[in-house]
């Protein structure tokens, strides 16, 4: 790998150097308007969806609890069967944006306590009932006597902060829904943890496999864990939560954020740590919770018994991984960060994540910190492409910059850590595709190494024209390459086939 920075390349060092170099101003932090995040109502009501039997009324034009219900709920429902969820919203006309929409709140609010008895109502604030100046909290305050669920206002309007503002302000106001400890029920629950930084709604992020896997590792220790927050979590269990022992992070920036909250009201610990990703991460997890569930030596037999369980072929595998390595998509900030801990300490690989946005550092600073802190500190490489007018993860252009930088093809020591959308001929491992899961703990470390390992072996195969055969079968009828991948399509002919009437010529013919 050349060590000069050469015409494609924006960065290419550490992380702790790109850390530096975005807080001093000195590389270009700002998204480009194809990068551009979901607004802070949509990353509030995502997170709100994951307390079970509460309702959002989204307190603006029905657009937004369109666009809500359509992207979220409707899509995450039919692909996770979790229920779907009512997406209420009070329907603000013109002439509600001239003369205020108050009147429109209380009645959606009376409304949805009679008809739906949910045990929770959060009004969520959208950009237009938020520039007119609604006194929304004024209405739910009048409203709170009058119904029988229990109501609060999240003031998210979608101008009033970037997307991480709104996991950040829900995060911190669903504690309000909480109760202080009591010693009758922290005596009940003082073999609990509470799973804290999840979004496992209807419009779930995190993959229900791995949440079980870490479930079935606090059950192994000898105890329980009383709530994911916010994963389907109820009010019941909010309210009990801060009584729990201790609160362990999933996310660790979004569990931070509730954990740190937690703490500072009611003094409930927090084990913050990054995403388990394999064996280190995944102990220093168990550590930090048995440290408060006073467990510490149920969690040091159940980490022998784990290892042991794999030990055979996990070592294996890494005899053959290790030293390789390892490119990491890095559009997931959080996940790349987890994953490079990972093949670092766990495999022995060199990890170069590719294409770490800069704006991420400002984004995901305590997983940054975090990793930092405990001595990891990535090499980084920034293209281009990276900051080019595009969907970056799977571009021609980074595809082609990232060849060039390591020199071209190299299958037997070189494996890409991304997305399927991106074919660049080095083998492949895609996390998000691997469905035997789960991703996280020992299980998971041997899973993934058995899959880089596979990846490795078989790297000499010529995948483009074949994954094509699979994507496009021939006589399907059905073929529209622009859907899947603007970068696939460039190889692709001109070609979109609906209902077997054809543009251009496709390449089946």
Avoid at 6 to 24: I, P, R, T, W
Avoid at 31 to 45: E, V
Avoid at 210 to 231: F, T
Avoid at 236 to 241: F, P, S
Wanted: hydrophobic share 35%; charged share 25%; glycine share 8%.
């Amino acid at each position: 790998m050349p060590t000069n920075m050469d015409a494609n390349v924006v960065f290419y060092g550490h992380l702790s150097e790109l850390y530096q170099l975005a807080k001093e101003g000195k590389i270009q932090t700002t998204l480009q308007g194809s990068h551009t995040r979901p607004c802070k109502f949509w990353t509030a009501t995502k997170i709100l969806s994951g307390i079970k039997d509460a309702i959002v009324i989204s307190h603006g034009p029905s657009g937004c609890a369109y666009g809500v219900k359509r992207a979220y709920k409707l899509t995450n429902s039919r692909n996770s069967g979790s229920p779907y969820e009512a997406v209420v919203t009070t329907n603000m006309s013109e002439k509600a944006v001239i003369f205020g929409g108050e009147k429109e709140l209380r009645g959606a609010i009376r409304e949805v306590d009679q008809k739906y008895h949910p045990d929770a109502i959060v009004v969520a604030t959208s950009c237009a009932s938020g520039i007119i100046g609604d006194c929304v909290d004024d209405v739910v305050n009048k409203a709170r006597s009058e119904i029988d669920a229990e109501i609060m206002t999240i003031h998210c309007e979608g101008f009033a902060g970037e997307y991480r503002s709104g996991f950040d302000i829900v995060f911190r106001q669903i504690v309000d829904f909480m109760e202080p400890p009591t010693p009758e029920r922290q005596a009940q629950l003082a073999d609990s943890v509470n799973i804290v930084g999840a979004k496992m709604g209807p419009e779930r992020t995190e993959v229900e496999g791995d949440v079980k896997e870490l479930k079935r590792l606090i059950k192994g220790m000898g105890a329980r864990v009383h709530s994911v927050i916010a994963g389907d979590c109820t009010l019941d269990e909010l309210k009990q939560a801060p009584s729990a022992a201790v609160n362990c992070t999933l996310c660790l920036d979004l569990g931070y954020t509730i954990g740190r909250a937690m703490y500072d009201k009611f003094g409930t610990p927090l084990n913050s740590t990054i995403l388990p990703y394999g064996i280190s991460a995944t102990e220093k997890w168990l550590q930090g919770a048995a440290k408060y569930l006073g467990m510490e030596a149920q969690a040091a037999a159940l980490m022998e018994r784990e290892y042991a369980a794999i030990k055979t072929e996990f070592e294996e595998a890494k005899q053959y991984i290790e030293g390789k390595l390892a490119i990491i998509e890095g559009h997931d900030a959080i996940k790349c960060l987890s994953i490079a801990h990972m093949l670092e300490r766990d495999f022995g690989m060199r990890a170069v994540i590719y294409n770490f946005h800069p704006w991420s550092t400002e984004a995901r600073e305590t997983s940054v910190d975090y990793l930092l802190e405990t001595g990891l500190d990535p090499e980084i490489l920034i293209t281009k492409g990276t900051l080019a007018f595009g969907k970056y993860e799977s571009m021609k252009q980074t595809e082609d910059e990232l060849l060039e930088f390591i020199g071209g093809l190299d299958a037997d020591s070189v494996v890409y850590f991304g997305s399927s959308l991106s074919f660049p001929h080095i083998p492949v491992v895609d996390l998000n595709a691997i469905l035997n899961r789960p991703r996280f703990g020992y299980r998971g470390a041997l899973r993934v190494a058995k899959c880089i390992k596979t990846a490795l072996q078989y790297g000499f195969r010529p995948r483009s024209s074949l994954t094509k055969q699979m994507v496009f079968p021939k006589n399907s009828g059905l073929a529209s390459a622009q859907s899947l991948t603007g970068k696939l399509a460039q190889d692709l002919p001109d070609c979109t086939v609906y209902g077997g009437k054809k543009r251009g010529k496709c390449f089946n013919e």
